[in-house]
């Protein structure tokens, strides 16, 4: 069976740029009401209908050009820097960047670091940098130590870590 054979199917949709060619099957089958399963079968080659769809197949079913339809559906462009990728036809959540450093430029758009500023140590009074919402201003592990040390003086109570009278212990 040639490509000219195939049935244009009734209801067409848009190929979405980048979704995936197993995607695009699933919502064409969907629109026309059919499973996603007995199109992919309909679009594999001729005898025996198995394995992947054709993409000629595909193009005659949607009336298109099979490039222009499966550089629309295979190729992804990254949200940062815009290179081309890799399309993945998993279960999930598709990828929208391409690398490890444009999820992190990224996200550092998203969430912009606060300011730096001078403030001095409750202990000892040197200056030091601290960004907005830190909570603590100390600037050493002695200073910590120093201000955990006051903190503990001010909860002990009168007469903690004196020694037991035996005589008020009987009674």
């Given at each position: 069976?040639?490509?000219?054979?195939?049935?244009?199917?009734?209801?067409?949709?848009?190929p979405?740029?980048?979704?995936?060619?197993?995607?695009?099957?699933?919502?064409?089958?969907?629109?026309?009401?059919?499973?996603?399963?007995?199109?992919?079968?309909?679009?594999?080659?001729?005898?025996?209908?198995?394995?992947?769809?054709?993409?000629?197949r595909?193009?005659?079913?949607?009336?298109?050009?099979?490039?222009?339809?499966?550089?629309?559906?295979?190729?992804?462009?990254?949200?940062?820097?815009?290179?081309?990728?890799?399309?993945?036809?998993?279960?999930?959540?598709?990828?929208?960047?391409?690398?490890?450093?444009?999820?992190?430029?990224?996200?550092?758009?998203?969430?912009?670091?606060?300011?730096?500023?001078?403030?001095?140590?409750?202990?000892?009074?040197?200056?030091?940098?601290?960004?907005?919402?830190?909570?603590?201003?100390?600037?050493?592990?002695?200073?910590?130590?120093?201000?955990?040390?006051?903190?503990?003086?001010?909860?002990?109570?009168?007469?903690?870590?004196?020694?037991?009278?035996?005589?008020?212990m009987?009674?």
């Amino acid at each position: 069976m040639s490509p000219e054979k195939v049935h244009i199917l009734p209801v067409q949709i848009r190929p979405r740029a980048g979704e995936g060619s197993q995607s695009f099957i699933a919502r064409l089958a969907r629109a026309n009401h059919l499973t996603p399963r007995y199109l992919r079968i309909y679009l594999a080659e001729p005898p025996r209908h198995r394995g992947l769809p054709s993409w000629t197949r595909l193009a005659a079913a949607t009336g298109r050009d099979a490039a222009v339809l499966q550089s629309t559906l295979e190729t992804t462009r990254c949200l940062e820097c815009g290179t081309g990728m890799e399309p993945t036809d998993v279960v999930g959540r598709r990828a929208l960047r391409c690398s490890q450093s444009c999820r992190r430029q990224a996200y550092r758009r998203r969430h912009p670091s606060t300011a730096w500023r001078r403030v001095p140590c409750r202990i000892c009074g040197d200056l030091m940098s601290v960004r907005a919402g830190q909570r603590r201003f100390l600037c050493s592990s002695t200073c910590r130590q120093k201000a955990y040390s006051l903190r503990n003086s001010k909860r002990v109570p009168e007469g903690a870590g004196a020694p037991l009278d035996p005589v008020q212990m009987k009674s």
